[in-house]
């Protein structure tokens, strides 16, 4: 399989500095502790997929990165920046600034296992929301912004149709596309082909590959195996909520040194 061919890019302090650090990062729902201290760093760039089985925490690491879930405990930074946390009269974790919450959500663009687009708006309108909306963009402008969006994920012909009247394939890749439109610094896709019919994954993943070879920063939850190999420069996998196996993709899936991993690995050969 063709290795992704990445963008050389200048050696700035802006494409030097990590676009995501993860460190020790625990999370609970109620007694059971589903991430038990991940860290992780994404440099401009990388792509890290996430591997391992259902129930490992991959879902919930995503969520906990963009405060869709607050992490019990653990640091995040996004492009340098700290996520700031503190702690409520009940003595829970809470983010310290909702504001800083807002703008770093918007640097991180996630795109769901079940597309969540919103059913009342046609696709453009699902697209240009957010930016109208947060970043304050002139209406026209965000709808040709918007309308080059849908032109890259192939479904610009579907721009004043609505959800319903897309595959599912279609609707994830509009949800790629609205995630795009905020210009994220990171991009967060859980699972993104797991709902969707056999035949409608391979335009899914069309989509993820010309997004690794244009240079994006991405964390992938996924169970595509092969696609992992070819797009990733991480792999990690997850085993009952911590990093059972870390590096390369090549490393992982041909020379794994957890005896977990291997286990997990050989269902797929």
């Known amino acids: 399989m063709d290795e992704i061919k990445r963008p050389m890019e200048k050696q700035t302090e802006e494409t030097t500095q990590p676009a995501l650090v993860v460190k020790d990062l625990h999370k609970q729902f109620a007694q059971f502790e589903v991430l038990k201290g991940v860290s992780l760093t994404a440099s401009q760039g990388d792509v890290i997929s ?9 879902s919930t690491l995503l969520r ?21 946390m503190a702690v409520n009269r009940h003595g829970e974790p809470v983010p310290k600034s909702n504001a800083q919450v807002d703008r770093i959500r918007s640097k991180l663009g996630m795109v769901f ?8 708006m046609t696709i453009i309108e699902n697209v240009i929301e957010a930016p109208v909306h947060v970043q304050k963009k ?16 192939g479904i610009a ?42 035949e409608l994954v391979g335009d899914v993943l069309a989509v993820i590959r010309k997004l690794a070879e244009e240079g994006r920063t991405m964390l992938i939850a996924t169970h595509e195996m092969d696609f992992c190999k070819e797009v990733s420069t991480q792999v ?3 085993d ?6 870390q590096g390369p993709p090549d490393q992982v899936f041909n020379n794994p040194e957890s005896d ?10």
């Open 260 to 269: 977990r991993c291997r286990q997990f690995l050989s269902r797929f050969l």
């Open 113 to 120: 296992q079940q597309f969540n687009l919103w059913t009342h």
């Open 240 to 245: 009952e909520g911590r990093v059972a196996e």
């Open 236 to 238: 990690l996998f997850l």
């Open 64 to 84: 906990c990165i963009n405060l869709l879930e607050v992490p019990n405990s653990g640091n995040v930074w996004v492009n340098g920046e700290l996520i700031e």
């Open 50 to 58: 996430l591997i391992g089985s259902s129930g490992s925490g991959k």
């Open 157 to 198: 012909e579907k721009a004043h149709s609505f959800p319903a009247h897309l595959s599912g394939g279609q609707q994830q890749r509009a949800a790629i596309a609205r995630a795009l439109a905020m210009e994220p610094t990171v991009m967060l896709l859980d699972e993104p082909t797991s709902a969707l019919d056999p």
């Open 138 to 153: 002139p209406r026209q402008q965000a709808k040709k912004e918007a309308m080059a969006l849908l032109e890259k994920v």
